[in-house]
Every structure is written in structure tokens, then in C-alpha cells.
């Protein structure tokens, strides 16, 4: 069965320094990866994704993901944190074989200090 | 252009209650789904539909029916609330057809927040 781990609850981080949100996941072939962003009272916002290619993948806001296939890792990464990125961030993983099915993480709380 | 519309944003039901959390989206999508999110659970699939008359169960079904009459409307039913429903759903939908540029990314309503006494 696929799964998505995100080992972090809570990350922190001073603004205008790097941040990491990890995110592990298990699938039976080749995944396909997600990155959600969700702020207070909102649904969530689709930020990025990995389907085929190149392992680093660029998308919203500065957001950027490096695909592992040895480390079935897909952490997400920015150069420079800002205050108005602290948010709860979701990785989600969808088998290529069965394709219906979106699985989320839990989730990880980002927050980004002044 | 709305999105993904959900209705009502807040509801409080006693147990036993029956209602409907309605859910539209104006982007001709074929592909919708529900999600209640729990905290540290993360999105749980409910249900899912990749079109109209097609529906079926996600990871946590139990309680909850759905239909498609329409490529629009994807309604979930709670025929007897407990309040293990607590939580806030999330109505999502994306289009079908592999592989297109936009593949798996789902677009997301704003939610409904559901207390069950």
C-alpha cells in the first residue's frame, strides 16, 4: 500500500534562512509527488510536484523539491525563508498503478521566526 | 471562474442527525473527491468519483455516502452523525486523462467544518 511519512511535526526556522520540510514515501512503482500548502481557515494550495524527469523540481513562492529515488525522499526546500511562508506544508504520494488515489502526510507545521 | 464551492462552512449537528455537505466545481473536472482532515491525520480519503455515476470509497467510508448525478455536484451524506465526525471536510477535483501536464494536481475547496455533539 502507498504511504507518505512526514517525521517532522513542527519545523522552525529564523527568516532568511534555508528551510527543509522532509517527507518519505512508499509506493509499489514509480510515485508521482506532491507538495500542498495550507494557511489558517483555507483549503490547500497545490505548490509542487514530481512526475518524471528531472529530480529538482521548482514551483511556487521560491518552493523547490529534490526527488531521491534511493532515499524515496521528496524534501521540500527554500533558499530563504520569510515570515509569510509559515504555514502547515503536505507532501502526498499517488501511485502510478493506481492512479484514483491521492495519499496525504500529516502534515508539518512550519514556522518561520522574524 | 469559483473553483471547487462547498457549503455550509460551519455546521453543528447532534448525534444522529442527518445532513448533506455539498460540494461544486465550475472547471468541467471529472475526477472529485473527499477528505476529512484530523489533527495529526493528516487528509483521509472518504470517497471519490472519476465521473458522473462512478463513485467509490477511499481509506475511511464508514458513515458516509456519495453520489455523481452531475459532473458538478458531488455530495457527501452523513445519515446518522457520531461525534467520531468531528472534523473539517475538504471537497477536491482534478481533471482526468493521463499523462497531461497537469497530472494529479488536485484543486481544493475551502472546507466545512463539522462539530457533532
Known amino acids: 500500500a502507498q504511504s507518505v511519512a512526514q517525521p517532522e511535526d513542527q519545523v522552525n526556522v529564523a527568516e532568511g534562512n534555508p528551510l527543509t520540510v522532509k517527507c518519505t514515501y512508499s509506493v509499489s512503482g514509480n510515485p508521482y509527488l506532491f507538495w500542498y500548502v495550507q494557511y489558517p481557515n483555507r483549503g490547500l494550495q497545490f505548490l509542487l510536484k514530481y512526475i518524471t524527469g528531472d529530480n529538482l523540481v521548482k514551483g511556487s513562492y521560491g518552493f523547490e523539491a529534490e526527488f531521491n529515488k534511493s532515499q524515496t525522499s521528496f524534501h521540500l526546500k527554500k533558499p530563504s525563508a520569510l515570515v509569510s511562508d509559515s504555514a502547515l506544508y503536505f507532501c502526498a504520494v499517488r501511485d502510478r498503478l493506481n492512479t484514483d488515489k491521492l495519499i496525504f502526510g500529516t502534515g508539518t507545521r512550519l514556522q518561520v521566526f522574524p | 471562474n469559483a473553483g471547487v464551492t462547498q457549503t455550509p462552512k460551519f455546521q453543528v449537528l447532534k448525534t444522529g442527525q442527518s445532513m448533506t455537505l455539498q460540494c461544486a466545481q465550475d472547471m468541467n473536472h471529472e475526477y472529485m473527491s473527499w477528505y476529512r482532515q484530523d489533527p495529526g491525520m493528516g487528509l483521509r480519503l472518504i470517497h471519490y468519483s472519476v465521473g458522473a455515476g462512478i463513485t467509490d470509497q477511499g481509506e475511511v467510508p464508514n458513515g458516509y455516502n456519495v453520489s455523481r448525478s452531475t459532473t458538478e455536484d458531488f455530495p457527501l451524506r452523513l445519515l446518522s452523525a457520531a461525534p467520531s465526525q468531528t472534523s473539517v471536510y475538504f471537497c477536491?477535483?482534478?481533471?482526468?486523462?493521463?499523462?497531461?501536464?497537469?497530472?494529479?494536481?488536485?484543486?481544493f475547496g475551502e472546507g466545512s467544518r463539522l462539530t457533532v455533539l
Open positions: 477536491a477535483s482534478r481533471p482526468v486523462g493521463e499523462p497531461t501536464p497537469n497530472t494529479g494536481e488536485l484543486f
